[in-house]
């Protein structure tokens, strides 16, 4: 997207100039749009800042959080109980202890 910008849209709000030349500004990241991160063609991509960028993931994904440490989303509720923080593949703690000692509390 970047060298695109570059070559095609050089005065675009999302580049700056640095002493490299044209760069993207350090706020702004690039979005897939169909969500496949090697789909880099220029009708998929668009430039948000970071804060529009999680909103539009927090809008189609509510229960998800970004992980930063990891740079992936991961679900944040439990989808069998609905809440509990997500610590399991699939489930939370007491979803998994509960399934685990086959629904019986210890």
């Not at 849209?9 to 580049?15: A, G, M, R």
């Not at 992980?67 to 703690?93: E, L, T």
Request: hydrophobic residues 30%.
């Amino acid at each position: 997207m970047e060298e695109w910008l570059v070559k095609n849209k050089p005065d675009s709000k999302f580049l700056e100039k640095t002493s490299d030349g044209l760069r993207l500004k350090q706020n702004i990241l690039v979005h897939h749009k169909n969500e496949i991160k090697d789909d880099n063609r220029i009708c998929n991509l668009e430039c948000l800042t970071a804060k529009l960028h999680s909103a539009v993931h927090l809008e189609k994904y509510p229960f998800m959080t970004y992980n930063k440490k990891q740079q992936m989303w991961h679900r944040s509720i439990c989808p069998i109980c609905g809440g509990g923080k997500y610590k399991y593949a699939d489930k939370c703690k007491k979803c998994h202890m509960k399934l685990l000692n086959g629904g019986k509390k210890r």
